[in-house]
């Protein structure tokens, strides 16, 4: 630590530290655009100018760049001197010169960080009267919208676009005094984390086109905090509605998950709750709509009369609600609604997270890694927050160079230089090509069983008790010792696995790495395919087929399936099967897909936006998310529709349902401390959803009545449907805003960290359920090595970011984004086929249950044997992975049909 004085005022911060980075997390306010805590100094703006005493003889001093310099003990600064203040003034003052006059009409105004430092510099008056410099705008696709002449060159775009998330097709082009920052030609902008761009630049440059769609000014979204419920990372977000519409979701900052960032899903991904497709009237035989009161009764008289009714949970609903269903039906009669090979693995995962003696790490741990092995995932599309810290923790080897020659690791331009000197090993081995390829130092593709085998020779190199695959290759021995030799001399090395391929012997072939590897830091983590995924697999069920078996068999007769749509669970035929047989359906859920159509009782849940709950992030996290506005009646939360009905309970609140959980379960008993609950107040007063500046409110309704009506009332959480209550000294998990005077911008949150890009005051939301203790013994089954059958091909799912979830489906944006459909071949196969890309293809399953014809795709990093496949579009759910089909160049007739359809 080192003591430092400021304008008089004497303090101890971090050594080392930037100076800038140092006042900022004394709550002192010096302006600053091109600084980011995640990325760094640059020293591009010249706008945080201080000046800095050589010792206290010293009445002059010098203009220094706080950003650029380091924090040294007895260090004497002055912000406000009357020389830094004229120099930041006539700094910002030639920044504008060239940025227009559009605050009204920018759709930054209100939360622009240029606004609030201009304010802060006390620049109010524009002298300059010439022309401005002007730039012709680009289309960068249907998540970003671009307007060049706000730019002031601070750089960040591009330091985020392409050193941070690792995407070149951003770029800074110049001539004379002239720079732009875009593509070299319109397009959408391939990152998948382009939505960053939004709230990294100070100006309003990067917007976000969703938004623009339906766009409402910042001071009037009502907003609550909540979880990205695309995937199972848990990101933290910021949903902001109007007039009963979601118009955006923004990163809230999470010291150890997300960060400062959302990938483009988790951003744009929100549309399914503005869809058209929107379940919003309880409906019998999906065509008569009835009343919320008649749905209530028809349930009870369903489950009065049936035979044993059974349940099926579902992992994107919360534990209350899955609780709710298991605690309706009995837990013998719940099952837990997921596939059948995905339920395996999660059963396994649970038990090394327990069991196995492996920390699973946050994503902020993630980024401290120094070598780290992935194991048949690519990630960026499975889990892509991971993937942007897996990128950081790429880095962490010129770091530790940088460390040596005394180079801080802010000063970013210096730490990037020596990355060409300094790799961190990083091993990726997967079915084919990830986009995380160019951050490794080797790959390896392959199919489930070689990545399990090469897993398990790792294993055996860095422990020779531990089992080793008989018969592998010399390549595949030598690449297994190089990535033992790697793990072995690393200090925190990571293992990353998941369920995306399928493979059980995979995540063994991790654990067994993990528990080879002799320090006490080495970590775990595994990606999972929804929101609460591993929460519901905690919970426990039966598989899905038991569930099939009991209605089939007669053992029960009728089912409540809960936000579960089971055609992406099981082949379409073993559905249609079981929904068919079944004497009653009832389906709880908010988006119509193929199971609500079979339902005899539709009942409309409100979305993450409307509703409340908890969810298990994919490293044992429970976090709570709030509703963001009330659902408009008929439409009630799962965990109501199901509470209601229940005979002599008293869970009528959701505090009730979440004290239950946690009584029922051991692993559940800490969930209670998530967040505080519905009866927290400061002060006696609720927590304001709406900012202080919320405007139009009587407005809303002016053409059904004139006057203001009341505002609802919410009785299951701490806030309020108003922009009255109490904002002081909220606890981080029930932050709805991030604001603080003359910060109105995202970068308010330094306002509410310990330290700048460190952990929230008070702690950051969200409770770990558990820490793994003990051991397990090694795994022993290890798979013989993959043989391709003549004529035979086995389906792999590949995941996309865009085309494997989902609830963002019906998100128009990301709609645009979707992958083709298509099929995936080895160059080899493709030959032996005789087809090239875009020929169609016939896929005969050898049951006969499926015959499709799809475009195909030569993937030149696919094995021989395998045929790849989009999850998660509908033309996949008639598909049974587990199953080897036939593959033929489709007919010359349905080529041209093909065509002409397309």
């Known amino acids: 630590m080192a003591g430092i004085e400021i304008d008089g005022c004497s303090y101890v911060v971090e050594d080392g530290n930037n100076l800038l980075s140092a006042c900022l997390s004394l709550g002192l306010d010096l302006p600053y655009f091109c600084w980011h805590p995640a990325m760094g100094s640059a020293g591009a703006c010249r706008q945080c100018a201080v000046i800095q005493y050589k010792d206290a003889e010293d009445k002059h001093g010098r203009l220094v760049m706080a950003c650029m310099t380091p924090v040294t003990d007895a260090m004497r600064i002055s912000l406000a001197t009357d020389q830094a203040r004229q120099f930041r003034s006539d700094n910002i003052e030639l920044l504008m010169t060239n940025h227009p006059h559009d605050c009204p009409v920018c759709e930054e105004g209100g939360e622009c960080h240029l606004q609030d430092m201009t304010v802060m510099t006390g620049h109010t008056f524009r002298r300059y009267r010439g022309l401005k410099r002007t730039h012709n705008n680009q289309n960068l696709g249907p998540f970003i919208n671009h307007e060049m002449n706000r730019c002031i060159a601070c750089y960040r775009c591009v330091r985020f676009y392409n050193d941070y998330a690792g995407s070149d097709d951003l770029q800074v082009f110049g001539i004379h005094n002239n ?32 938004f623009s769609a339906h766009y409402s000014r910042k001071w009037d979204l009502q907003t609550a905090p909540s979880i990205c419920v695309h995937c199972s990372l848990g990101c933290n977000i910021a949903p902001g509605e109007h007039y009963g519409k979601l118009r955006r979701v923004i990163n809230r900052y999470h010291g150890e998950v997300n960060g400062y960032f959302l990938c483009d899903r988790g951003r744009f991904g929100y549309g399914f709750v503005n869809s058209p497709e929107r379940i919003l009237t309880p409906r019998i035989k999906s065509q008569t709509e009835i009343t919320a009161d008649a749905a209530g009764s028809h349930f009870r008289q369903l489950l009065k009369t ?108 210096a730490v990037r230089n020596l990355e060409s000197q300094a790799l961190t090993p990083v091993f990726i081995a997967s079915l084919c090509a990830t986009r995380l390829d160019d951050a490794a130092t080797n790959t390896y593709r392959g199919s489930p069983e070689d990545i399990a085998r090469l897993g398990f020779a790792v294993a055996h190199y860095l422990d020779d008790s531990a089992p080793a695959p008989s018969a592998l290759p010399d390549i595949e021995q030598s690449l297994a010792l190089t990535i033992a030799n790697s793990l072995k001399q690393a200090k925190r090395p990571l293992i990353v696995s998941g369920t995306s391929c399928s493979s059980l012997a995979v995540i063994k072939a991790a654990y067994n790495v993990a528990k080879a590897l002799p320090g006490p830091d080495t970590h775990l983590t595994f990606t999972m395919p929804e929101c609460n995924s591993l929460g519901l697999a905690i919970m426990g069920g039966k598989p899905l087929q038991h569930a099939f078996e009991a209605i089939n068999k007669g053992l029960a007769d009728t089912v409540v399936i809960l936000e579960n749509d089971l055609y992406r669970r099981a082949p379409g035929q073993h559905v249609d099967l079981f929904l068919n047989t079944a004497r009653h359906v009832l389906v709880i859920d908010s988006l119509a897909n193929k199971t609500a159509q079979k339902a005899e009782l539709l ?115 701490p806030f309020s449907f108003s922009m009255e209550g109490a904002m002081a000294e909220v606890p981080p998990a029930l932050l709805p805003v991030i604001w603080a005077p003359g910060w109105n911008s995202n970068q308010a949150i330094n306002k509410f960290q310990e330290e700048t890009g460190g952990h929230l005051r008070d702690g950051d939301p969200g409770v770990r359920l558990f820490e793994a203790s003990g051991t397990l013994p090694w795994f022993n089954d290890i798979p013989p090595a993959f043989k391709p059958e003549q004529g035979l091909w086995r389906i792999m799912p590949l995941p996309n970011i865009f085309g494997t979830e989902e609830l963002s489906w019906h998100s128009p944006p990301v709609a645009e984004r979707l992958p083709n459909f298509c099929a995936f071949v080895n160059p080899l196969d493709a030959e032996a086929l005789g087809v090239n890309s875009g020929d169609q293809i016939e896929i005969s399953s050898l049951s006969g249950a499926f015959i499709l014809n799809i475009p195909v795709e030569i993937e030149h990093t696919l094995s021989s044997g395998l045929l790849g496949i989009t999850t998660g579009r509908p033309e996949f759910q008639s598909m049974n992975i587990r199953e080897r089909v036939t593959l033929r160049k489709a007919s010359p007739q349905l080529q041209d049909n093909s065509e002409s359809q397309l």
């Open 603 to 717: 009942l409309p849940s409100a979305t993450f936006a409307e509703s409340e709950g908890t969810l298990v992030n994919n490293e044992g996290r429970a976090q709570r998310y709030f509703p963001v506005y009330p659902a408009m009646e008929p439409v009630h939360a799962s965990w109501q529709w199901l509470t209601n009905i229940m005979e002599n309970t008293q869970w009528r609140h959701h505090d009730d349902l979440t004290d239950a959980c946690a009584g029922a379960f051991p692993d559940f008993a800490a969930i209670i401390q998530a967040a505080p609950g519905a009866d927290y107040s400061i002060k006696g007063s609720k927590i304001p959803r709406q900012p202080h500046r919320y405007s139009g409110r009587t407005a809303m309704h002016a053409n059904i009545k004139v006057s203001e009506p009341a505002r609802p009332h919410d009785r299951e959480t």
């Open 179 to 210: 720079v732009y920052f875009g593509r070299f030609e319109d397009g959408a902008l391939e990152s998948e984390f382009s939505g960053n761009l939004v709230e990294v630049c100070p100006t309003g440059v990067f917007t976000d086109k969703t």
């Open 306 to 413: 049936a035979k044993s009714p059974i349940g099926i949970g579902s992992p994107r609903s919360s534990l209350e609600a899955n609780f709710a269903l298991r605690t309706l039906v009995g837990e013998e009669n719940f099952f837990l609604g997921l596939e059948d090979t995905e339920h395996t693995l999660l059963n396994t995962i649970i038990e090394l997270m327990r069991k196995g003696g492996i920390h699973s790490p946050s994503l902020r741990e993630v980024e401290q890694a120094d070598a780290i092995l992935i194991l048949g995932e690519d990630v960026t599309h499975s889990a892509p927050r991971l993937a942007l810290s897996l990128r950081q923790a790429a880095r962490n080897a010129s770091f530790e160079l940088a460390h040596t020659m005394h180079i801080l690791p802010w000063q970013d331009a």
